[in-house]
């Protein structure tokens, strides 16, 4: 408060904002705060330079602080990928995660260095109307094929489970994942038991989401790749590294 009351009028912004929200864990340090004319640099804090409207501005126990939406945003341009994930995750466990402020400050905001990087972010949260369950087995069977790997079987019934994609001489599995239709804690419980009972049929299996598989697909179908290969070698050989020759002597 003492330092945006110095730099008046300001709003704490980026870290500083996200900490007062309760989004990071506070860190003494230099205090970010956000002026609409620039200003001359002090120690101790870093002036933004911004015109923010009142959308954009909040009060939290009385300090002035970047609404949620800014503050994603200004970290999105200053944080990892990873960094800004977690914020964002910390934000859906506060239940303050609330996309339509933020898409609509993304609509007036493109120009902002960390637009893409929050939209690209966003993805995981938004509904998946690209993704329908169909959708996604179509566009991961392209994939698949156009990666040049063996096309698997779609849909195929494994000791009384429908796996997604199976390639049977691998005994390898995919399940394809849209939140809509795993998103209850029974479905949740359900594709773990899954999971856990084709194993003891000797199946692997592994998930692979929409978003994964938008953002990702060329690294997504790499490691299916990976697996399949990984896969066949411990078909060939059961017992790995530890097979030894007898009766050589």
Not at 178 to 191: L, N
Request: net charge neutral; charged share 30%.
């Amino acid at each position: 408060m003492a330092v945006v009351l110095t730099v008046r009028p300001s709003v704490a912004s980026h870290e500083s904002a996200a900490a007062v929200l309760g989004l990071v864990r506070y860190k003494p340090g230099t205090i970010h705060v956000t002026a609409p004319t620039i200003r001359r640099p002090r120690r101790g804090f870093v002036v933004h330079t911004a015109e923010l409207c009142g959308e954009d501005i909040a009060r939290v126990e009385g300090i002035p602080v970047t609404s949620l939406p800014r503050t994603y945003l200004d970290l999105a341009a200053e944080f990892r990928e990873d960094r800004l994930g977690r914020v964002l995750a910390r934000a859906e466990e506060l239940g303050v995660l609330d996309l339509r402020p933020v898409e609509a400050l993304l609509d007036r905001s493109a120009s902002h260095p960390g637009a893409s990087r929050l939209s690209g972010a966003l993805d995981i949260y938004r509904p998946q109307a690209v993704f329908t369950r169909s959708g996604l087995e179509r566009r991961f069977l392209e994939l698949i094929i156009a990666a040049g790997l063996p096309a698997p079987a779609m849909n195929f019934n494994v000791s009384g489970f429908e796996v997604d994609a199976y390639w049977e001489k691998e005994r390898f599995g995919v399940e394809l994942d849209v939140y809509e239709t795993h998103g209850s804690h029974a479905s949740f419980e359900k594709d773990r038991r899954m999971q856990d009972d084709l194993l003891l049929f000797g199946v692997e299996t592994i998930r692979v989401t929409g978003p994964r598989l938008k953002k990702e697909p060329t690294a997504t179908i790499k490691r299916v790749a990976d697996h399949l290969e990984r896969r066949r070698s411990a078909l060939c050989n059961p017992l790995g590294d530890k097979v030894q020759r007898v009766g050589l002597d």
